[in-house]
Structures are given as C-alpha cells and as structure tokens.
C-alpha cells in the first residue's frame, strides 16, 4: 500500500475498512474510501446501504435522472429462452420422436424449421407490439411506491430472493455507475399469467447460490411490468419474453446493457449465464477504477499543490505586511522623532524671543550705596555665581525675569533659599496657581524677608 502513495493512516483505514466490510480485495476498499474522501464511518455506512439495497447519500433524492443507457446488441451476451440449459424449452410442446422414414424426417424437419421461426417471429411481434405503442402509456407519478409494492408483494409470494434494491430505476443506475458494480435489471410478470415467471422466482431465485452470488456481486433492481416504473423501464429495455434479467454496467463511461437473460431457466445455468457475462466484462469495471483512481489522484495532487501555493501566497501576503507594518511603524518613529526636534526647535525659538522681550522689563540695578539695596549671590546649576542689587520693593518676579534672561540660567527653574529652604518662585507653581499667580509673583523682595545681603539657589526643573 505504501507503493501505492497511502500513509500510514490511510493503509491503517483500509485495513479497518476490510475488516468491517469483509471486501477481499483492498484495492475495491481504497477506490471506495477515496470516494469517501477517506471518510470510514461514512463509506461503511453506504457499504451497508447498499448490501440492504438502500440508496446511498448520493442517490437519496427519488428526483435524480437516469444517465442513458446504450441497448446495443453487439455489446450483449444474449441467452434466450430457447438455449440449453432453459426450461422454457421443455414446456414448448413436443414435435415428437424423430421418425425413420426418409418422408418423416422431411416432415421432421419442415415442423421443426416452422415451430423455431414462429417462435422467433412471435417474440419480434410482440417486441414490436409493446414497442409501437400496443400498450396505452402511463404516466408515471411515484416510482418508488411502485418498487417498493414489488418488493413487498414479491416476498409475500416467494420469501427466500436476493436483495432487492430498495430505489427507482434512476436511483439504481445512478449508484451502480457511482460504485462501479453491475446492476442486474428483473423485470417481472404476474406468475399467475406466466408459468415460467413463477418457476423462476420460485426455484431459480430462491436458490441459496443464487442468492449469495447476486448479492456479493450485483445491484439487483427489479419491477412489475404493470406498474407505470415498470412499465417504463419494460419500454426502454425492449422486452421479448419473461422472465427478463438485464446486466448493465459502466463500459467507456456509458452505462451500457452487456448481457440479456431471457426464460426460465435453473439455477446451475443462471449462475453460469451470470458468471459468464461479469468475467466477461469485469475488465472495464477494473479498467473505470484504475481511471477514477487516477483522477481522485491527480485531483487531490492538483488540490494539495493549489493549498501548498495559497499557503505560500499567504505567507508572501503575511510577510509583506508585517515589512509593510515595520516601515509604518520606523516611518512614525522618524516622523515623531521630526515633530519632537521641531518643537524644542521652537520651544528655543520661543524662549529667545521671551528673553528678548522680558529683558526690557528687567528693573535697572540700584547702586551699591542704595540705603534699601539688597545684593543677592545666585548661585545657578552649572556652578556659576551671578551677583546682582535690587531693591527692596523689586518683586519676586524681576527676580524671576533677570534669571530668565541671564544666558547661564535654565530654562525652567525656581528660586530657593538655603536655610531655611523656602521656595520662592517655581514656574511649575506659578502656572499651577492660576489666578493666584500674580499674588505670588508681585510681592517684594522686602514681603519674602530677603534683607541686605543674601544667598539664593537656582534649581533647573528640566534636569
């Protein structure tokens, strides 16, 4: 099996398949199992329709169409009635003993010639008669209730039969042509009417033998003829003489009669009739699943490839946004990184032009004799030491806007004495104030307690 391109798993369902089944040949148990798409539940599942004459899934609508069915004569193994082997031929009457007389046997000869093509001539006639519209026609409204009732009545008259295919005539060509089996066609007549319809069902059918090997290797669909689905298939089979067996299977992708049993006959001769015309053509089965086994295989090596290239494409799609992704992501970096240089670009701007302007409100330095001059140390962050005088009623914010505008000073401060520590100005409180901010900002130097000579500390709050 591993030759044969099946995993482990796939061998291990065929295996199980087998058991279940009871179908010798695994490779009939791996085209069914593909058809199933490797479904084990449900091919057993339709494996049992089947062997109860049920339609399978596929089939399960009695509104599915009968493919067309090919009634070629040179593509038939035809049995008549008046073969070896048919008892039809021993209930036609006697021509009696062949004479001894060199007139006897002419007259031997000339009834025995006339008996055969009256024969003959009597089945063509009546072919033609139910061919040619002899019958009314009739309309046929629900062909499974008309199988069905045949089946019942049937098995009330003759208990022991084959299994019955338990669908329409559609139904039944559909699922031999979907399972690749031979579908044999019965079709009946009322045994009352038909000693050798009676003698065939009641001997021939009934036979153990018979049973087991149409049920191991055929569909078996059978009908009344006068029922409407009877009927119908009766017309599009040609009939010349009951009881009628049809063989029909799938030949070069058409569903084509391959065999015509015709007259009673018993069941040593019906098994050899059937086992002739199987062995017969058992080679287009085999040849049809070899070819559908083919094209399930190039199909699934066809859907992997397609999977394999769409997981590939994804992949590929994947991949290109997750780039796509980095570059948005390294392009909102760059263009943050843009907006956060232009700011402090503009935020020195600003400042600039806001020491520019405030340097004229900076008060003018009293001189050093002043009687209410103070000098005041700064000392600012990088260590450098400012001395400057104010006056006593200089606010805080003079101060405030003499450090602003000094080069050395940060940006963003406040203002601090040593000891105690007091804060005396902070931008961060100021702005914070809001409508107290000019409380703040307008006292004197006097109202904070700043006397003659004092020493304050710059702290940078960006640092």
């Given at each position: 099996?591993?030759?044969e391109?099946?995993?482990?798993?796939?061998?291990?369902?065929?295996?199980q398949?087998?058991?279940?089944?009871?179908?010798?040949d695994?490779?009939?148990?791996?085209?069914?199992?593909i058809?199933?798409?490797?479904?084990?539940?449900?091919?057993?599942?339709?494996?049992?329709?089947?062997?109860?004459?049920?339609?399978?899934?596929?089939?399960a609508?009695?509104?599915?169409?009968?493919?067309?069915v090919?009634?070629?004569?040179?593509?038939?193994?035809?049995?008549?009635?008046?073969?070896?082997?048919?008892r039809?031929?021993?209930?036609v009457?006697?021509?009696?003993?062949?004479?001894?007389?060199f007139?006897?046997?002419?007259?031997?000869?000339?009834?025995?010639v006339?008996?055969?093509?009256?024969?003959?001539l009597?089945g063509?006639?009546?072919?033609?008669?139910n061919?040619g519209?002899?019958?009314?026609?009739?309309?046929v409204?629900?062909?499974?209730?008309?199988?069905?009732?045949?089946?019942?009545?049937?098995?009330?008259?003759?208990?022991?039969?084959?299994?019955?295919y338990?669908g329409?005539?559609?139904?039944?060509?559909?699922?031999a042509?979907?399972?690749?089996?031979?579908?044999?066609?019965?079709?009946?007549?009322d045994?009352?009417?038909?000693?050798?319809?009676?003698?065939?069902?009641?001997?021939?059918?009934?036979?153990?033998?018979?049973?087991?090997?149409?049920?191991?290797?055929?569909?078996?669909?059978?009908?009344?003829?006068?029922?409407?689905?009877g009927?119908?298939?009766?017309?599009?089979?040609?009939?010349?003489?009951?009881?009628?067996?049809?063989?029909?299977?799938?030949?070069?992708?058409r569903?084509?009669i391959v065999?015509?049993?015709e007259?009673d006959?018993?069941?040593?001769?019906?098994?050899?009739?059937?086992?002739?015309?199987?062995?017969?053509n058992?080679v287009?089965?085999?040849?049809?699943r070899?070819?559908?086994?083919?094209?399930?295989?190039t199909q699934t090596?066809?859907?992997?490839?397609?999977?394999?290239?769409?997981?590939?494409?994804?992949?590929?799609?994947?991949?290109?946004?997750?780039?796509e992704?980095?570059?948005?992501?390294?392009r909102?970096?760059?263009?943050a990184e843009?907006?956060?240089?232009?700011?402090?670009?503009?935020?020195?701007?600003?400042?600039?032009?806001?020491?520019?302007?405030l340097?004229?409100?900076?008060?003018?330095?009293?001189?050093?004799?002043?009687?209410?001059?103070?000098?005041?140390?700064?000392?600012?962050?990088?260590?450098?030491?400012?001395e400057?005088?104010?006056?006593?009623?200089?606010?805080?914010?003079?101060?405030?806007?003499?450090?602003?505008?000094h080069?050395?000073?940060?940006?963003?401060?406040?203002?601090?004495?040593?000891?105690?520590?007091?804060?005396?100005?902070?931008?961060?409180?100021?702005?914070?104030?809001e409508?107290?901010?000019?409380e703040?900002?307008?006292?004197?130097?006097?109202?904070?307690?700043?006397?003659?000579?004092?020493?304050?500390f710059?702290?940078?709050?960006e640092?």
């Amino acid at each position: 099996m591993e030759a044969e391109g099946l995993t482990n798993e796939q061998t291990d369902k065929v295996l199980q398949f087998q058991d279940l089944t009871g179908i010798e040949d695994m490779n009939i148990c791996r085209d069914i199992l593909i058809r199933h798409q490797w479904d084990l539940e449900v091919a057993f599942q339709e494996q049992m329709n089947i062997r109860e004459g049920r339609p399978t899934m596929l089939t399960a609508s009695s509104d599915v169409r009968a493919p067309t069915v090919i009634n070629d004569h040179f593509l038939q193994q035809i049995f008549s009635a008046n073969m070896p082997g048919s008892r039809t031929v021993s209930r036609v009457p006697s021509i009696g003993p062949m004479p001894r007389s060199f007139t006897g046997i002419i007259g031997y000869v000339i009834n025995f010639v006339f008996q055969y093509f009256y024969s003959t001539l009597s089945g063509i006639v009546r072919a033609l008669i139910n061919f040619g519209g002899g019958n009314e026609p009739r309309i046929v409204t629900d062909p499974l209730a008309d199988v069905l009732k045949f089946i019942r009545e049937y098995h009330e008259r003759y208990p022991e039969h084959p299994v019955f295919y338990q669908g329409t005539y559609a139904q039944a060509l559909n699922d031999a042509k979907q399972e690749l089996r031979f579908l044999l066609v019965y079709l009946h007549q009322d045994p009352s009417r038909n000693p050798d319809v009676d003698s065939f069902c009641r001997d021939t059918l009934s036979s153990r033998s018979v049973i087991d090997y149409i049920n191991t290797h055929t569909l078996l669909w059978g009908c009344d003829v006068s029922t409407p689905e009877g009927y119908r298939v009766m017309q599009s089979l040609v009939v010349r003489g009951y009881p009628l067996m049809v063989v029909i299977m799938l030949r070069a992708n058409r569903m084509v009669i391959v065999g015509r049993l015709e007259g009673d006959c018993t069941s040593e001769e019906l098994l050899r009739r059937l086992q002739s015309v199987i062995a017969f053509n058992e080679v287009w089965l085999s040849q049809a699943r070899t070819d559908r086994l083919q094209r399930n295989f190039t199909q699934t090596l066809r859907r992997q490839q397609d999977e394999a290239y769409e997981q590939s494409l994804l992949a590929d799609e994947e991949k290109e946004r997750q780039r796509e992704r980095e570059r948005d992501a390294a392009r909102q970096m760059l263009e943050a990184e843009e907006r956060a240089r232009r700011d402090v670009e503009l935020r020195k701007e600003e400042i600039a032009r806001q020491k520019i302007e405030l340097a004229t409100l900076v008060p003018s330095e009293p001189p050093a004799d002043s009687a209410d001059a103070i000098a005041v140390v700064f000392k600012l962050p990088n260590g450098v030491r400012l001395e400057r005088r104010f006056q006593q009623e200089n606010s805080i914010l003079d101060v405030y806007h003499f450090l602003f505008c000094h080069p050395e000073s940060p940006d963003e401060f406040e203002i601090t004495t040593n000891f105690p520590k007091r804060v005396l100005y902070s931008k961060t409180t100021v702005d914070a104030a809001e409508g107290a901010a000019n409380e703040i900002v307008n006292k004197t130097l006097k109202d904070v307690g700043l006397k003659n000579r004092e020493v304050l500390f710059v702290h940078d709050l960006e640092a």
